[in-house]
């Protein structure tokens, strides 16, 4: 059976379950003057609420590279491509229980996250399935959220992916928590061979000190901590923390983040970012700054963003980086619809080897989410 015929026969089973759809008899002459009334209703008594949800993000992106003392002429890359296009379902059942599916639908129909979770302690929610870890501020901002085009590649190189798991998660007043068990060999949704040998530990703690401050001010500080049980698997560190913290002042925003991650062989990576924006015209014009340094150890090449590392000839095996992002946001219904505009100036370097490689790269492109 070929993609196509996969892919179409997904998306009919989605629309079968979840969402029968029941339409009135018109006349032809009815139907030329008003649109159909669709009504779409749950398939199951027990679905007390249903709402289908997806996003789709556009992008161009143009990356100029060039070296220094590597005697190598590097090139230049442009690309415009679909970012990302999602389709899912979420809702509520059983009184007490939520859920979610969401797939990716480019090129292939795949499974980007699924979940349920038992909320009827708002202090203790217990979830199941695949999504990502609590770590790192920048990761678990949604994409439809993110004030840049792309994460910073410290987060690239850290996050936990969105691997099958159960989570404890919940808030007490100021508090808040999460603790995590995760499918550790892979991300996918199959069957993980034989044996499961390792396992992926996740904790993070948090505290909202909004409540505590003025009007108009917001101050939420996070540390978070994954483990990888065991020498194998897809997560490349034995022990990463990330620390967070995100402050609001008005139209001022600011978000700040270490990450550091050892890996079995006792190699690390560890960096931070630094990252204010600020509403010109509240909640519609908005500027971002972002300057993120990220170091590793030798022999962990850092790679370069996900457009420049595409740069023919450019040098990318070093092991520090350096990046200024600087960007234009406008929101046309919030995050729901926004126009982005963005460069982001860039250097890979090697001390050993005196040298390194440098790229600028522009953006421009929207974001819609339902």
């Known amino acids: 059976m070929n993609k196509r015929n996969q892919t179409g026969i997904i998306l009919s089973i989605v629309l ?4 029968p759809l029941t339409t009135q008899a018109q006349s032809s002459s009815e139907a030329e003057a008003e649109s159909a009334i669709v009504i779409a209703v749950p398939n199951r008594l027990s679905v007390s609420e249903l709402k289908i949800r997806g996003r789709i993000q556009s992008q161009y992106a143009n990356s100029f ?17 679909m970012r990302r296009a999602r389709l899912g379902v979420q809702g509520k059942v059983y009184g007490d229980w939520n859920f979610m599916i969401e797939a990716n639908v480019l090129s292939t129909v795949d499974l980007d996250a699924a ?7 708002p202090q203790a929610n217990v979830t199941l399935g695949k999504d990502k870890p609590r770590f790192g501020h920048e990761q678990n901002t949604s994409s439809a959220s993110i004030l840049t085009f792309e994460r910073t590649i410290l987060d690239g190189h850290l996050n936990g992916g969105k691997p099958l798991g159960l989570r404890v998660h919940g808030r007490i007043d100021l508090f808040s928590y999460y603790l995590g068990v995760y499918n550790g060999e892979s991300v996918g949704t199959g069957r993980m061979g034989s044996d499961l040998d390792t396992y992926l530990y996740n904790a993070s703690a948090g505290f ?4 505590l401050l003025g009007v108009d001010m917001k101050a939420d500080l996070r540390v978070d901590y994954l483990h990888n049980g065991g020498d194998t698997g897809y997560y490349n560190f034995e022990d990463a923390f990330a620390f967070s ?3 609001g002042f008005g139209e001022l925003d600011l978000r700040a983040e270490y990450m ?19 509403f010109f015209v509240p909640d519609r014009f908005q500027a971002v700054l972002r300057y993120e340094n990220v170091n590793s150890d030798a022999g962990l ?16 095996a070093g092991n520090e980086y350096n990046a200024l992002y600087a960007g234009l946001n406008y929101f046309i219904h919030g ?13 890979n370097s090697n001390d050993v080897a005196s040298s390194g490689g440098k790229v600028a790269t522009v953006f421009g492109g929207f974001r819609m989410q339902f």
Not at 269 to 274: D, E, L, N, T
């Open 208 to 211: 909202n000190l909004a409540g």
């Open 335 to 347: 995050d729901n619809l926004k126009l982005m505009l963005g460069m982001e100036l860039a250097e």
């Open 16 to 19: 079968l379950c979840f969402v």
């Open 260 to 278: 550091t991650g050892e890996r079995y062989d006792k190699n690390r990576i560890y960096g931070f970012y630094v990252m204010p924006s600020y």
């Open 65 to 81: 590279g060039n070296n220094n003392n590597t005697g190598i002429d590097a090139g230049k890359y442009s690309s415009i491509e």
């Open 301 to 316: 090449g850092l790679g370069q963003n996900r457009y420049a590392d595409r740069v023919p000839g450019l040098f990318n």
């Open 115 to 121: 979940t349920l979770t038992y909320a009827a302690i």
């Open 245 to 247: 913290g995100h402050f």
